[in-house]
């Protein structure tokens, strides 16, 4: 394994990483895990949710603690896990692949760090017709990286659901996400990023013919929190249609960046397309980027993009203690509104509320 950054070879003029920065991750790079970790996903579990459990503890497959159920976890085989070093350096360590068709329950996958660097390359495969939910949580910290690349396959007529919780206390979290939408096919996540010190998201949808994705997601960064989205997505058939939806609270010297790209190839026509990303800073010394891009090669088509960063609305404020709230509470309540657009979509409510709590916990720390 790399044991300082400049082995890894990362861009450093390639505009996707002019805001990238991960720093955070250099202490992670000669730490070592905790040998007297005790597994157990118990604590990072949503309550209300039934289903199997998967546990991967500094990227490795813990199967005594784990309940999979139906859900087949097999040894990976090597493959193209998408453009970008990180992902290639996930690849070559601990594979897997995780077959998710026919589980019928909402799958809560924890992986937790204790330390040192945990490279993982999952392969989520989902089956023609069959519908797979699953719910990831990052958990642990300290001295830590976690570098993901996931490849997720649904086939035609296949619905792919997922949700990210970013709750590791510090140290740097990145992942690559190569998606494949047959015809058909849909694809949904939404992700809640705020605990790490960094965090680099980057993720890439081939979709076939009338294939969807939506892709939201909020960032909650303080102190000098440094977190870095970006996005792809290639419309390649006829008739398909995507959504990104992504806010961010930032204060203190932390910086949230997302640059999105929507390319329709020639012949997609029918392509229906939107980017909404929104910002919004407690601080002056806060920074928010912000990088809608549009790629169209064909007719017929209606996409779209919009980005605003800006602070609280004064009038807003101002109508709220006029009615008798304090002039904090009027700012809280505003921020958790901001904030819970972005989990609007989550058909499960459990899921929905843990994801709402979670992200009133991150803002109080940044407030």
Same mark, same amino acid.
């Given at each position: 394994?790399?044991?300082?950054?400049?082995?890894?070879?990362?861009?450093?003029?390639?505009?996707? +990483?002019? +805001?990238?920065?991960?720093?955070?991750?250099?202490?992670?790079?000669?730490?070592?895990?905790?040998?007297?970790?005790?597994?157990?996903?118990?604590?990072?579990?949503?309550? =209300?949710?039934?289903?199997?459990?998967?546990? #991967?503890?500094? /990227?490795?497959?813990?199967?005594?603690?784990?309940?999979?159920?139906?859900?087949?976890?097999?040894?990976?085989?090597?493959?193209?896990?998408?453009?970008?070093?990180?992902? *290639? %350096?996930?690849?070559?360590?601990?594979?897997?692949? %995780?077959?998710?068709? /026919?589980?019928?329950?909402?799958?809560? %996958?924890?992986?937790?760090?204790?330390?040192?660097?945990?490279?993982?390359?999952?392969?989520?495969? @989902?089956?023609? $017709?069959?519908?797979?939910?699953? @719910?990831?949580?990052?958990?642990? $910290? =300290?001295?830590?990286?976690?570098?993901?690349?996931?490849?997720?396959?649904?086939? *035609?007529?296949?619905?792919?659901?997922?949700?990210?919780?970013?709750?590791?206390?510090?140290?740097? +979290?990145?992942?690559?996400?190569?998606?494949?939408?047959?015809?058909?096919?849909?694809?949904?996540?939404?992700?809640?990023? $705020?605990?790490?010190?960094?965090?680099?998201? *980057?993720?890439?949808?081939?979709?076939?013919?009338?294939?969807?994705?939506?892709?939201? /997601?909020?960032?909650?960064?303080?102190?000098?929190?440094?977190?870095?989205?970006?996005?792809?997505?290639?419309?390649? /058939?006829?008739?398909?249609?995507?959504?990104?939806? +992504?806010?961010?609270?930032?204060? $203190?010297?932390?910086?949230?960046? #997302?640059?999105?790209?929507?390319?329709?190839?020639?012949?997609?026509?029918?392509?229906?397309?939107?980017?909404?990303?929104?910002?919004?800073?407690?601080?002056?010394?806060?920074?928010?980027?912000a990088k809608?891009?549009?790629?169209?090669?064909?007719?017929?088509v209606k996409?779209?993009?919009?980005?605003?960063?800006?602070?609280?609305?004064?009038?807003?404020?101002?109508?709220?203690?006029?009615?008798?709230?304090?002039?904090?509470?009027?700012?809280?309540?505003?921020?958790?509104?901001?904030?819970?657009?972005? #989990?609007?979509?989550v058909e499960?409510?459990?899921?929905?509320?843990?994801?709402?709590?979670?992200?009133?916990?991150?803002?109080?720390?940044?407030?």
């Open positions: 394994m790399p044991q300082r950054l400049d082995e890894l070879n990362l861009p450093r003029r390639h505009e996707d +990483w002019r +805001w990238t920065d991960l720093s955070a991750a250099e202490a992670a790079l000669s730490a070592s895990p905790a040998n007297d970790a005790a597994p157990d996903a118990t604590p990072y579990l949503i309550d =209300g949710i039934e289903g199997p459990v998967l546990l #991967f503890v500094d /990227g490795k497959y813990v199967e005594a603690a784990s309940r999979p159920g139906p859900v087949r976890v097999e040894k990976g085989v090597a493959h193209d896990a998408g453009n970008g070093p990180l992902a *290639e %350096i996930a690849a070559q360590h601990s594979l897997h692949k %995780i077959s998710l068709s /026919g589980s019928g329950q909402r799958v809560q %996958i924890v992986h937790i760090a204790t330390g040192g660097q945990a490279h993982l390359d999952l392969q989520y495969v @989902v089956a023609a $017709g069959e519908t797979a939910r699953v @719910v990831e949580t990052y958990a642990g $910290g =300290g001295e830590s990286w976690v570098n993901l690349a996931l490849s997720a396959s649904v086939a *035609e007529r296949g619905r792919l659901r997922r949700a990210v919780r970013i709750l590791q206390d510090a140290g740097a +979290w990145t992942e690559t996400v190569n998606g494949h939408l047959a015809a058909d096919a849909h694809y949904g996540s939404v992700s809640l990023i $705020g605990a790490a010190a960094a965090v680099r998201s *980057e993720y890439d949808f081939v979709l076939g013919d009338r294939a969807h994705a939506q892709v939201d /997601g909020t960032m909650v960064a303080g102190a000098r929190q440094h977190f870095d989205i970006v996005g792809r997505i290639r419309h390649q /058939g006829v008739g398909g249609s995507s959504g990104q939806t +992504w806010r961010s609270v930032v204060a $203190g010297r932390a910086q949230a960046s #997302f640059a999105g790209r929507i390319e329709v190839a020639r012949g997609a026509r029918q392509t229906d397309a939107n980017e909404d990303v929104k910002a919004i800073l407690l601080d002056r010394t806060a920074t928010a980027n809608p891009e549009l790629e169209i090669f064909a007719d017929d996409c779209a993009h919009g980005a605003t960063v800006g602070e609280l609305d004064k009038r807003a404020l101002f109508y709220m203690e006029s009615r008798g709230l304090p002039p904090e509470r009027a700012r809280q309540l505003l921020t958790e509104a901001f904030v819970a657009d972005a #989990f609007e979509a499960n409510a459990d899921l929905r509320a843990a994801l709402g709590e979670d992200a009133r916990r991150l803002l109080e720390r940044v407030r």
